[in-house]
């Protein structure tokens, strides 16, 4: 079955940009969308279609794609940002929807 | 203002089932892909189907495949999954999603827990 590929944890000091990968086959084909959620919370959508961002959420949150790899990037991270973050696309026939496994974000 | 509020979880017996409800408001449901997506305790999110419109299409992930069923009601703003020959392993906080192309799963329930142990 189709997998995205996330890495478990990133660290970063406030203030610094925070990078997180998330690589799959079907990425050059299919949407990535990128969510945050907070421990207790459901997700919130920070991230649509590779690099869209929902209104309300802060301009420091970017997205971007290169083949089979798509970066979240938060600029100037703040500690409230600490969460798990999930990317989220679909396979290549676009039918069954794939969640990477999760980065959690440490804010140190 | 869009809500979509998840019930019917609860403890259940390895084998027993379950039926969960979603009841949507706020928006036109009959217009609009769901899918239920769930997090066991500590784990990630993990797609568990979804549904057309008009119910006409419905896709699941591979190890609920012919246990679960994932239904709607559009005339009650309604969507369903019916659970049998539950699992420990479907342990799990289930939330209800809406879904478009162009925003992803911009909305979400507040989540409903299903335990399966004896």
């Known amino acids: 079955s189709y997998e995205l590929t996330q890495p478990p944890s990133v660290s970063v000091s406030p203030g610094q940009t925070a990078r997180i990968t998330c690589s799959g086959d079907?990425?050059?084909?299919?949407?990535a969308y990128w969510y945050q959620q907070k421990p207790g919370q459901a997700p919130v959508l920070v991230i649509y279609k590779d690099s869209e961002r929902p209104s309300g959420i802060p301009e420091r949150f970017s997205g971007s794609s290169s083949g089979t790899t798509v970066t979240l990037t938060i600029s100037g991270v703040q500690a409230e940002d600490e969460a798990d973050y999930y990317c989220q696309s679909a396979d290549s026939s676009g039918t069954h929807v794939v969640f990477g496994g999760g980065t959690k974000l440490t804010v140190l | 203002e869009v809500q979509l509020v998840e019930s019917g979880g609860g403890l259940v017996q390895p084998g027993g089932s379950l039926r969960l409800s979603c009841a949507a408001s706020g928006f036109t449901f009959s217009s609009y892909w769901m899918s239920w997506v769930r997090q066991a305790p500590g784990k990630g999110l993990e797609w568990v189907a979804n549904?057309?419109?008009?119910?006409?299409?419905?896709y699941y992930v591979d190890s609920v495949k012919g246990r679960f069923t994932i239904s709607r009601d559009n005339a009650k703003n309604s969507l369903y999954l019916q659970m049998n020959s539950l699992r420990a392993e479907d342990t799990a906080v289930y939330y209800c999603?809406?879904?478009?192309?162009?925003?992803?799963?911009?909305?979400w329930g507040q989540g409903t827990l299903v335990t399966v142990s004896s």
């Open positions: 999603a809406r879904w478009t192309d162009s925003s992803g799963y911009n909305y």
């Open positions: 549904i057309k419109q008009d119910g006409s299409e419905k």
């Open positions: 079907a990425l050059p084909k299919q949407y």
